[in-house]
């Protein structure tokens, strides 16, 4: 049970006042951490979009590419087949 404010002793008092401020400091200590932590967050995902936006970019690339290559084997391939038949 917690004595009436006038009934404590003045050391209580302070201790209680002196715990409150430190509970008052820490949470506020909690609540920049949360605050940098969520800005770093936000950071982080941004690189990561923009990293799945290139991954996505260089998927697309990689397809065109293989498929020019095929194009071009089979031109080859025809290529071959004529000279090799004029000869």
């Known amino acids: 049970m917690v004595k009436p404010y006038k009934n404590r002793s003045a050391t209580e008092n302070l201790i209680r006042r ?7 400091e820490i949470e506020d200590q909690f609540e920049d951490l949360e605050k940098r932590g969520e800005k770093r967050h936000d950071i982080v995902m941004g ?18 590419i293989s498929h020019r290559l095929v194009v071009h084997e089979d031109r080859v391939e025809n290529l071959e087949k004529t000279v090799l038949k004029s000869s």
């Open 18 to 24: 002196e715990i409150n401020f430190l509970r008052n």
């Open 47 to 64: 690189h990561l979009d923009k990293l799945a936006g290139e991954f996505k970019k260089f998927g697309q690339e990689l397809t065109f």
